[in-house]
């Protein structure tokens, strides 16, 4: 059975960091593309990043400003674990973060999804 658990969210301050984990089991972690999703209260969900087991390319969106470093996706094959490394956090990056795992990267969609983390940026 396939499993994504999400840990590590929790209520911020703005400029603050946090770590999310997502611990994977029932299928091969280190050969899956994984991504995070984030869904802030009222709105859709919103793409946040996507890692390819192939080559290790990690694709961010721009609000992630990854170049910055401000959002860091990670991957430990030897624990079955995805992090999301989220440093100066905005009120904005308030929502629960989903992980997912892809069926096939890009032609096919997530087949499998966690129950989310909840992350608070507020003062």
């Known amino acids: 059975e396939v499993q994504l658990v999400e840990s590590g969210g929790g209520l911020v301050q703005p400029g603050g960091s946090l770590r999310l984990s997502c611990a994977a089991s029932g299928f091969t972690f280190d050969e899956s593309t994984m991504s995070w999703v984030r869904q802030a209260p009222g709105k859709g969900l919103e793409w946040v990043s996507t890692?390819?087991?192939?080559?290790?390319?990690?694709?961010?969106?721009d609000f992630a400003e990854a170049m910055k470093g401000r959002f860091t996706v990670s991957r430990d094959n030897a624990k079955n674990t995805l992090y999301l490394q989220m440093n100066s956090l905005k009120s904005e990056d308030t929502a629960v973060y989903y992980c997912?795992?892809?069926?096939?990267?890009?032609?096919?969609?997530?087949?499998?999804w966690g129950k989310g983390t909840l992350v608070t940026v507020s003062s």
């Open positions: 997912a795992k892809w069926e096939i990267w890009p032609s096919y969609g997530m087949d499998y």
């Open positions: 890692t390819n087991w192939i080559g290790g390319s990690t694709y961010y969106a």
